[in-house]
């Protein structure tokens, strides 16, 4: 894969509302977004790394642990109501006009759930360019499950099971496998990201993380992700 171009990017706003400037709160001693720096660069399979952020106080913290920036991202893409994708894509167009070339590749890697490592990273990347998928995105398989213990309303109020087998499911083992995304790690195709507004594709795939899914939205999710990053 030497001749592939690959931008890897962490796009993080300053704004939080659950958790104020969580990207950079300190956890065990490391900024938060500084763990999914160090992921990347121990897996190193990238043409340029970036930052794409609202904030130079980002930029500054995360040129510290080794992460680049060349832009401050607008405040149309920089609020609650912001897609990612959208974000990913204007990183994409931001980066190919200051270097001059295309890429093949975006793997995206989000600061708020940073229990991935290198080999995941690379699994991920590798399965997208030897399948030639549109997009790869990370999963862990779900503690609730659709065939079993999940539930919802018909038209009239009643509770039902989300998804029907031709037989009962009598526990959760016996249940098909389903998975949750984990808004980990995203590698998508250029043609892809520039045409689309979902991860969504008929030429998709998962790569399963063994790490549980736990993704940043209150000051307890810091405190348990404290903990878990603690244990690893």
């Known amino acids: 894969m030497k001749d592939v171009k690959v931008l890897c990017t962490i796009c993080c706003r300053s704004g939080s509302v659950g958790v104020k400037d969580k990207n950079i709160r300190e956890v065990n001693g490391l900024p938060l977004m500084a763990y999914t720096i160090r992921s990347a660069k ?30 401050l991202r607008p405040a149309v893409l920089a609020d609650s109501k912001s897609g990612k994708v959208a974000v990913i894509r204007h990183a994409l167009c931001e980066m190919e006009k200051i270097k001059g070339y295309e890429y093949d590749y975006v793997v ?3 600061v708020t759930s940073p229990l ?4 995941d990273i690379r699994l991920a990347f590798e399965q997208c360019v030897e399948k030639d998928l549109d997009i790869v ?26 998804k029907k087998l031709s037989g009962d499911v009598l526990s959760r083992q016996a249940a098909p496998k389903v998975y949750e995304l984990n808004a980990s790690i995203y590698v998508y ?36 992700m404290s903990y878990v990053l603690s244990k690893r």
């Open 42 to 71: 121990e897996w190193g399979g990238y043409t340029d790394f970036i930052i794409s952020t609202d904030s130079q106080k980002y930029c500054d913290v995360a040129k510290e642990y080794g992460c680049e920036s060349y832009f």
């Open 108 to 110: 995206d890697l989000d």
């Open 116 to 119: 991935r490592t290198a080999q």
């Open 137 to 162: 995105y990370s999963v862990c398989e779900a503690r609730k499950n659709p065939y079993f213990n999940m539930v919802e309303l018909d038209e009239n109020g009643y509770p039902h099971l989300c």
């Open 189 to 224: 195709k250029r043609e892809f990201l520039l045409e689309a507004n979902t991860v969504f594709s008929d030429k998709a795939g998962i790569h399963v993380m063994e790490a549980d899914s736990i993704d940043i939205d209150s000051e307890e999710d810091l405190a348990y």
